[in-house]
T-cell receptor, first 113, second 114 residues
Framework: GDSVTQMEGPVTLSEEAFLTINCTYT??????LFWYVQYPGEGLQLLLK?????DKGSNKGFEATYRKETTSFHLEKGSVQVSDSAVYFC????????????FGKGTKLSVKP | NAGVMQNPRHLVRRRGQEARLRCSPM?????VYWYRQLPEEGLKFMVY????????ESGMPKERFSAEFPKEGPSILRIQQVVRGDSAAYFC????????????FGSGTRLTVV
């Protein structure tokens, strides 16, 4: 069935380090793909999205490219900040979705000064 | 410019009691989604509602759980006769239209069953 696999956390980085959070998916067809972020004590927020193969979503210095060949949507940022410390979730709508999303388990990122 | 409001933030119930979780969507949003997050798990879809209608409840447990979104007032997720396994974070999200995945989530209700 449809599913999302994210790299396990926590991921701990120093400020200005390069970030990659892996996400692979198993889906019927080619759904839109999303990254959500959850800051401490808050609800999830949409970070970026890509709607078709080879699309690159970007926001706040984060990027992710829709790779159909490898069924991946890895999240990257060239230089992380302490304020990026959060939990990151990869997600997509399963086939037949009327509005719901399938989420990965989330990857916790901690950035140290 | 209030976002999605959920209350209470924390709820403690004894086994067998009822839990009522409330969600007020963003202004102008008429679509509400409930998700549950168990420890060490991702978010799992439970139910999708529009005003006075349940659109998709494929993720709802068959017993003890119900949801509504009345014409007036917040959406309510009700869990009857709670058990320890119901302990989780319950998140509500809203959107302005169907299949609009740029949800706005609330901060969640953390239910603890003792």
């Amino acid at each position: 069935g449809d599913s999302v696999t994210q790299m396990e956390g926590p991921v701990t980085l120093s400020e200005e380090a390069f970030l990659t959070i892996n996400c692979t998916y198993t889906a019927t067809g080619y759904p839109s793909l999303f990254w959500y972020v959850q800051y401490p004590g808050e609800g999830l927020q949409l970070l970026l999205k890509a709607t078709k193969a080879d699309d690159k979503g970007s926001n706040k210095g984060f990027e992710a490219t829709y790779r159909k060949e490898t069924t991946s949507f890895h999240l990257e940022k060239g230089s992380v900040q302490v304020s990026d410390s959060a939990v990151y979730f990869c997600a997509f709508p399963p086939r037949g979705s009327q509005g719901n999303l399938i989420f990965g388990k989330g990857t916790k990122l901690s950035v140290k000064p | 410019n209030a976002g999605v409001m959920q209350n209470p933030r924390h709820l403690v119930r004894r086994r067998g009691q009822e839990a009522r979780l409330r969600c007020s969507p963003m202004k102008g949003h008429s679509h509400v989604y409930w998700y549950r997050q168990l420890p060490e798990e991702g978010l799992k879809f439970m139910v999708y509602l529009q005003k006075e209608n349940i659109i998709d409840e494929s993720g709802m447990p068959k017993e003890r759980f119900s949801a509504e979104f009345p014409k007036e007032g917040p959406s309510i997720l009700r869990i009857q006769q709670v058990v320890r396994g119901d302990s989780a974070a319950y998140f509500c999200a809203s959107s302005p239209g169907a299949q609009n995945y740029g949800y706005t989530f609330g901060s969640g209700t953390r239910l603890t069953v003792v």
